[in-house]
T-cell receptor, first 113, second 117 residues
C-alpha cells in the first residue's frame, strides 16, 4: 500500500478561493515534499518540509507537518485557473542504507473561473 | 538548460517486443530514477542509480533492466514487453543527499507514454 495518501482525491473550487489538500503517511519520515503535475507533463517540485519543521511558506503555498499525527497539509491561497493540476505528496523514508521517496496517489485540483 | 529529457515521448509495442527508454540530464545530478505512473496508483519506483556505473532495484523492478554508463544518462530497458507494462514512464534526477541524508527535490522529465498491445 502507498506510504502517502492524499485527501481528497479530487477538489473543485472557484478562482480566488483557497484549496487545502491533505496527506497522511504510515512510517517515520526524514522530510515530506509536495509536487504539482500539469496534464501530460512531469512532476514539478513545490516545497520540502523537514521532519523537525511544523510550517513552511512559499508564495501562495503554505505547508504544515504534524509528525505526531503523521499528516501534512498543502494550502494554496487565492487560487488561479493556472493552479489546475494534480498535487502529490512524497515522503522521504530512511531505510538504513538509503532513503527513498514514496509518492501518494494525488489530489486533482480544478480551479474554475 | 534542458533539465531532464526523455525519448521517445510515445511508443506502441506488441507483446514480446523490446525497447529502451532514454533519459538524459544536464544538471550534473548524481541520483537518477525511473518511475511508472498508472491511474489510481501514483508513482512507483522501478530502478534508481546513485552514481555512474551503479543501479539498484526499486519497488517494481520485475521485467525491467537499467544501465548508467555515463553520469548524465539513465536507460530503462524492456526485454519482452507485456500488456501490464502499459504505463507512463518518468525519469527523474536529484543531487546528493545532504549531510543529514535527506533526499533533495527531484527534477522530472515529461514522460514516455508506452502502450503494449
Amino acid at each position: 500500500s502507498q506510504q502517502g495518501e492524499e485527501d481528497p482525491q479530487a477538489l473543485s473550487i472557484q478562482e480566488g478561493e483557497n484549496a487545502t489538500m491533505n496527506c497522511s503517511y504510515k512510517t517515520s519520515i526524514n522530510n515530506l515534499q509536495w509536487y504539482r503535475q500539469n496534464s501530460g507533463r512531469g512532476l514539478v517540485h513545490l516545497i520540502l518540509i523537514r521532519s523537525n519543521e511544523r510550517e513552511k511558506h512559499s508564495g501562495r503555498l503554505r505547508v504544515t507537518l504534524d509528525t505526531s499525527k503523521k499528516s501534512s497539509s498543502l494550502l494554496i491561497t487565492a487560487s488561479r485557473a493556472a493552479d489546475t493540476a494534480s498535487y502529490f505528496c512524497a515522503t522521504d523514508v530512511n531505510t538504513g542504507t538509503a532513503s527513498k521517496l514514496t509518492f501518494g496517489t494525488g489530489t486533482r485540483l480544478q480551479v474554475t473561473l | 538548460n534542458a533539465g531532464v529529457t526523455q525519448t521517445p515521448k510515445f511508443r506502441v509495442l506488441k507483446t514480446g517486443q523490446s525497447m529502451t527508454l532514454l533519459c538524459a540530464q544536464d544538471m550534473n545530478h548524481e541520483y537518477m530514477y525511473w518511475y511508472r505512473q498508472d491511474p489510481g496508483m501514483g508513482l512507483r519506483l522501478i530502478h534508481y542509480s546513485v552514481g555512474e556505473g551503479t543501479t539498484a532495484k526499486g519497488e517494481v523492478p520485475d521485467g525491467y533492466n537499467v544501465s548508467r554508463l555515463k553520469k548524465q544518462n539513465f536507460l530503462l530497458g524492456l526485454e519482452s514487453a507485456a500488456p501490464s507494462q502499459t504505463s507512463v514512464y518518468f525519469c527523474a534526477s536529484s543531487y546528493y543527499r545532504d549531510r543529514s541524508y535527506y533526499n533533495s527535490p527531484l527534477h522530472f522529465g515529461n514522460g514516455t507514454r508506452l502502450t503494449v498491445t
